[in-house]
Structures are given as C-alpha cells and as structure tokens.
C-alpha cells in the first residue's frame, strides 16, 4: 500500500483522503446494513482476494447478523428475516451504458468466522463493469507476529450516513463519510491473548487512535502489508495523552473454513481455509507466512501453529 502523502506522527491525529475514488476506496470500504433506505454502518472491511474475499472484525458482522427484521406478509403474519449486508464500494469509474460513477452498496453474498478470534471474512457478488468481471486490488498480509516498537499505520472509516433518495424512478445514495489514516507505535504484544474475557485470542497494543467505525480495518507494517485488523480502542486515561488501542494478529484467523468455487479447479463448491488460499497464491502474504504451519488433530479438524508460540 503506497502512503504516499504525510500522516502525522501524533497517535492521536488523523489524515482524511481529499479525492472521492481513491483507489485505497476499492479496497477498503465500509460495512453496512440495510433497512428501508437506512444504512446503518458496522465498520471496515478490506479486500484479500481480488474476487472478492474481503477480512474484517467478526464483531463487525456478528452484531448485524444477530438483529433480525421483523416483517408481515400478505397474510398479516410477522415473520423475521436476516440484515442485509454491504460493502460501499466507492470509485471514479464511469459506467458507459448511463453516464454514472460506478459504485455503490455491494451485497455480501456470504459470511465466515470463528469463535476463536476476533477475524471474519466477507464474499461479495460477483459484478461486471462494461461486460468485463470485477476484480478488486487486494491488500497484502502480514500473519507473522509483528515487534515490540514497530511504526503501524491505520485506515478505517468513520462518522459514516448514507440513505436512498428516489426521484423520478431513479435512485441516488446521500453519502458522507470520513475517513481516517492514523499512525502508531506497537506498545504490547499478546502472544496467546490479553484475557479471557474480552480480548481472548493474540492481539496487540498500540497508541494509535481507532474511532468507532474504524473496527474491521487494516493495520499496516511500515512496508504497507497487513498485521492486524482494528479491533479495539479506548480514550486516553488520566496523566496520559494516548488513546488504549487493540489490533487482532492476523495468523490465528488464517485457520477459518470458506466454502468457495476456485480457480482452474472445476465447477464446484470446495470447503477451503484462508490458509489453504495463501498456499494456491490466491490470497497474498510476505515472508512471515513461513512461521506459520497448518495441519489436522486426530478428530480431523484444523489447527494452525506459530513457531514462536510454545
């Protein structure tokens, strides 16, 4: 990922993007539900696959996903149905059949995650832009554990509105959003996890600042690849002017089963790991990949090991 415009030094100071279709847009965008013309946001996403894997927090989805519509139907029965999902696809390209910037809410077609970890994975439609297949630029990761001092930049969104205006039979998206690059040193690592309770899993501290909004965004090493995904903030505390941040590591979610059609292997659907995409380089990581090591425990079931973790 090219930063290439300056992000301060202050944890505490955010940079906006100034251009609407930023490329960083189609990699990274917002996650929201639907209901009635009303979006309401959840947090960030941002892409793996250039198909359209997309990785986020799994408490980004979780809650969504647990608060069912109420409906009636003709008959005047209430009958309940799952939140739609979407990611704002935001992007400079003209459509050429209407004139229009192409973009908008992209359904979720699928989601996937563990109770293990605070990591989920996303599968957005499939679309065609001018009769051609979408792909979307996928962001490199970074599973290995990340050290003690290390420079991270974040980005993530926030303060986000969007609602459905109809006029004449055409429908348009009132959106607003801010965006947000923010920089940070890694205070603490958590190698297994920070408690029991509430950030049960490998994680890390930092002084950056996360908003609300931002959970589910990319956390990136000073060589731009992904070590960790937002997960957790709060203000600073008293005699201290930084803000108490958590990053969830990568690798423990690379363990998480998708069922998916992949490419150059036939028509139908395979049960596959992250991990098992990374092997078939469908999904792109550094160097620190090779710490990482996945096989079956006797009940056939997947288990991944860091080297540096007895």
């Given at each position: 990922m090219d930063f290439s415009f300056d992000i301060p030094d202050d944890p505490n100071g955010f940079v906006q993007l100034t251009e609407f279709g930023h490329p960083i847009q189609q990699s990274i965008m917002t996650i929201v539900s639907s209901e009635n013309g009303q979006y309401t946001p959840w947090g960030t996403g941002f892409i793996i696959g250039s198909g359209g894997l997309m990785m986020t927090a799994k408490h980004v989805v979780e809650a969504p996903m647990k608060n069912k519509l109420r409906r009636i139907n003709d008959e005047g029965e209430i009958y309940f149905e799952h939140v739609q999902l979407y990611a704002l696809y935001v992007t400079k390209k003209i459509n050429e059949e209407d004139g229009n910037h192409f973009g908008g809410f992209w359904p979720i077609q699928k989601v996937w995650f563990a109770n293990e970890t605070d990591i989920a994975y996303c599968w957005l439609?499939?679309?065609?832009?001018?009769?051609?297949?979408?792909?979307?630029?996928?962001?490199?990761?970074?599973?290995?554990?990340?050290?003690?001092?290390?420079?991270?930049?974040?980005?993530?969104?926030?303060?986000?509105?969007?609602?459905?205006?109809s006029s004449e039979g055409v429908s348009h998206i009132d959106y607003?959003?801010?965006?947000?690059?923010?920089?940070?040193?890694?205070?603490?690592?958590?190698?297994?996890?920070?408690?029991?309770?509430?950030?049960?899993?490998?994680?890390?501290?930092?002084?950056?600042?996360?908003?609300?909004?931002?959970?589910?965004?990319?956390?990136?090493?000073?060589?731009?690849?992904?070590?960790?995904?937002?997960?957790?903030?709060?203000p600073p505390i008293v005699d201290s002017p930084y803000y108490i941040s958590y990053g969830s590591v990568i690798w423990p979610g690379l363990g998480i089963k998708i069922q998916t059609i992949l490419p150059n292997e036939g028509p139908q659907i395979q049960e596959v790991t992250i991990f098992d995409l990374i092997t078939k380089g469908l999904v792109h990581c550094d160097k620190s990949i090779s710490k990482i090591v996945q096989f079956y425990n006797s009940n056939n079931e997947v288990v991944l090991a860091h080297s540096n973790i007895q």
């Amino acid at each position: 990922m090219d930063f290439s415009f300056d992000i301060p030094d202050d944890p505490n100071g955010f940079v906006q993007l100034t251009e609407f279709g930023h490329p960083i847009q189609q990699s990274i965008m917002t996650i929201v539900s639907s209901e009635n013309g009303q979006y309401t946001p959840w947090g960030t996403g941002f892409i793996i696959g250039s198909g359209g894997l997309m990785m986020t927090a799994k408490h980004v989805v979780e809650a969504p996903m647990k608060n069912k519509l109420r409906r009636i139907n003709d008959e005047g029965e209430i009958y309940f149905e799952h939140v739609q999902l979407y990611a704002l696809y935001v992007t400079k390209k003209i459509n050429e059949e209407d004139g229009n910037h192409f973009g908008g809410f992209w359904p979720i077609q699928k989601v996937w995650f563990a109770n293990e970890t605070d990591i989920a994975y996303c599968w957005l439609n499939e679309g065609l832009v001018n009769g051609e297949r979408l792909t979307f630029p996928a962001l490199k990761l970074s599973p290995g554990f990340p050290n003690l001092g290390d420079t991270i930049i974040a980005f993530g969104y926030h303060k986000m509105y969007a609602t459905t205006i109809s006029s004449e039979g055409v429908s348009h998206i009132d959106y607003s959003s801010d965006t947000a690059f923010v920089r940070g040193q890694i205070l603490d690592i958590h190698h297994k996890q920070r408690d029991s309770y509430m950030l049960s899993f490998p994680c890390f501290q930092t002084n950056a600042r996360f908003d609300p909004g931002m959970s589910g965004g990319p956390i990136f090493n000073i060589d731009g690849a992904v070590c960790g995904v937002i997960c957790s903030s709060m203000p600073p505390i008293v005699d201290s002017p930084y803000y108490i941040s958590y990053g969830s590591v990568i690798w423990p979610g690379l363990g998480i089963k998708i069922q998916t059609i992949l490419p150059n292997e036939g028509p139908q659907i395979q049960e596959v790991t992250i991990f098992d995409l990374i092997t078939k380089g469908l999904v792109h990581c550094d160097k620190s990949i090779s710490k990482i090591v996945q096989f079956y425990n006797s009940n056939n079931e997947v288990v991944l090991a860091h080297s540096n973790i007895q």
